[in-house]
């Protein structure tokens, strides 16, 4: 029997760093500087040089990263803010933890990234912010928003997925106002447990962070603002530190396999390969294809032993959570149809053509039925 595929093989991808964490957990454990530290203050200098930005602040997950974005951007009740219906829960889940009202609207069907004109027509007079998503690995059309809205609004990137991709010469996470980012552990770039990062140019927009991410304190005992606790922990930061040294060719080699899935799947009918938006450079995080019948092929691929997935399965606004929004079936009819077809299919740096072959051959066999 073959063996089987998983979505994303995070032991292939510690081995390669496991003496480099080893250590650098050992330090910690005889220093006992388990929060904060240098081992942090490292890391957040490392990803800011990497990413192209002033700041980075860490802290204990990506949906914290999105509403400390928000907050210091003093985003708040009676504001809103427009985000893209096809996107994982956190994304809008952190727009009303920071109080703020999410306006959905509607992807674009060949990337799954957010309708930029469709965002132009849902602009009010409240609101305050655009929360574009770099859905799958690749980054919106920052420069688009840009031109269509007033300075007034603020672009507040989601970039969890896409750490190293680039559109038009410019990192995701450094194209807008500030960026937040999620390195939990199937990220391309992931902790071993969850954590964030706050991206930005504005040294005053990172000071509010630092203080939101820490109880509001700018030094022991002393607590100007309200705040909250989540603080990017020193072992987390090793293991970010140990993989950023190697994420280009982590990226590099998942390009690789995305352009062998793109040969694989060129001439197979009742399959749409994804499509990159001109000007960007994706890393890949997900491949992501759409097919009829889209229930029956992924219960046949992991009955397979194929470890495919959906990201995301429900839209956001026809989840129970937001049901207080008032949208019902048919409102996004783009995110709905993409919604009911898309299957995420195994790919990591490591992956060889073999298992991609194998793959597709289950595709094929579950798509013609």
Same mark, same amino acid.
């Given at each position: 029997?073959?063996?089987?595929?998983?979505?994303?093989?995070?032991?292939?991808?510690?081995? /390669?760093? @496991?003496?480099?964490?080893?250590?650098?957990?050992?330090?910690?454990?005889? &220093?006992?500087?388990?929060? #904060?530290?240098?081992?942090?203050?490292?890391?957040?200098?490392?990803?800011?040089?990497?990413?192209?930005?002033?700041?980075?602040?860490?802290?204990?997950?990506?949906?914290?990263?999105?509403?400390?974005?928000?907050? @210091?951007?003093?985003?708040?009740?009676?504001?809103?803010?427009?985000?893209?219906?096809?996107?994982?829960?956190?994304?809008?889940?952190?727009?009303?933890?920071?109080?703020? $009202?999410?306006?959905?609207?509607?992807?674009?069907?060949? %990337?799954? *990234?957010?309708?930029?004109?469709?965002?132009?027509?849902?602009? $009010?007079?409240? %609101?305050?912010?655009?929360?574009?998503?770099?859905?799958?690995?690749?980054?919106?059309?920052?420069?688009?928003?840009?031109?269509?809205?007033?300075?007034?609004?603020?672009?507040?990137?989601?970039?969890?997925?896409?750490?190293?991709?680039?559109?038009?010469?410019? !990192?995701?996470?450094?194209?807008?106002?500030?960026?937040?980012?999620?390195?939990?552990? #199937?990220?391309?770039?992931?902790?071993?447990?969850?954590?964030?990062?706050?991206?930005?140019?504005?040294?005053?927009?990172? %000071?509010?962070?630092?203080?939101?991410?820490?109880?509001?304190?700018?030094?022991?005992?002393?607590?100007?603002?309200? #705040?909250?606790?989540?603080?990017?922990?020193?072992? /987390?930061?090793?293991?970010?530190?140990?993989?950023?040294?190697?994420?280009?060719?982590?990226?590099?080699?998942? &390009?690789?396999?995305?352009?062998?899935?793109?040969?694989?799947?060129?001439?197979?009918?009742?399959? +749409?390969?994804?499509?990159?938006?001109?000007?960007?450079?994706?890393?890949?995080?997900?491949?992501?294809?759409? +097919?009829?019948?889209?229930?029956?092929?992924?219960?046949? *691929?992991?009955?397979?032993?194929?470890?495919?997935?959906?990201?995301?399965?429900?839209?956001?606004?026809? $989840? #129970?959570?937001?049901?207080? *929004?008032?949208?019902?079936?048919?409102?996004?009819?783009? $995110?709905?149809?993409?919604?009911?077809?898309?299957?995420?299919?195994?790919?990591?740096?490591?992956? %060889?053509? !073999?298992? /991609?072959?194998?793959?597709?051959?289950?595709?094929? !066999?579950?798509?013609?039925?």
């Amino acid at each position: 029997m073959s063996q089987n595929i998983p979505l994303v093989d995070l032991g292939a991808q510690h081995r /390669q760093v @496991a003496d480099e964490v080893a250590a650098g957990w050992a330090d910690i454990l005889a &220093r006992t500087a388990f929060v #904060g530290g240098p081992a942090v203050a490292a890391f957040e200098a490392e990803y800011a040089q990497y990413i192209g930005v002033e700041h980075c602040i860490g802290v204990g997950n990506g949906t914290d990263a999105i509403e400390f974005a928000l907050r @210091a951007l003093d985003i708040g009740a009676g504001d809103e803010v427009i985000v893209q219906a096809n996107t994982f829960i956190a994304s809008v889940e952190a727009i009303a933890r920071a109080g703020a $009202t999410p306006v959905l609207v509607d992807c674009v069907e060949d %990337t799954a *990234l957010i309708d930029t004109d469709k965002v132009a027509d849902a602009v $009010t007079p409240r %609101t305050r912010a655009i929360l574009p998503v770099h859905l799958y690995g690749q980054a919106a059309e920052i420069e688009q928003l840009q031109a269509n809205l007033p300075e007034s609004i603020a672009i507040v990137e989601d970039a969890a997925q896409s750490q190293g991709a680039r559109r038009k010469d410019a !990192a995701a996470g450094a194209l807008g106002r500030i960026a937040a980012t999620s390195f939990y552990p #199937g990220k391309n770039l992931g902790a071993y447990g969850d954590a964030g990062g706050v991206l930005t140019n504005d040294t005053e927009l990172a %000071t509010r962070v630092r203080l939101l991410r820490d109880h509001g304190s700018p030094r022991k005992y002393e607590h100007t603002v309200l #705040g909250f606790n989540s603080r990017l922990d020193a072992l /987390q930061a090793v293991v970010l530190s140990a993989k950023l040294k190697r994420l280009d060719g982590w990226n590099d080699a998942r &390009r690789r396999a995305a352009d062998r899935y793109d040969a694989l799947l060129k001439d197979v009918e009742g399959v +749409v390969p994804p499509v990159v938006a001109p000007g960007n450079e994706p890393v890949w995080h997900l491949y992501v294809v759409r +097919v009829a019948e889209r229930d029956r092929v992924l219960a046949q *691929l992991q009955a397979d032993g194929i470890g495919a997935s959906i990201h995301y399965p429900t839209p956001v606004h026809l $989840t #129970g959570a937001f049901a207080d *929004l008032g949208h019902k079936a048919g409102d996004f009819p783009i $995110t709905e149809r993409i919604t009911s077809e898309i299957i995420s299919l195994p790919l990591f740096a490591e992956i %060889t053509e !073999a298992q /991609q072959q194998r793959v597709v051959e289950s595709l094929v !066999a579950a798509v013609q039925g």
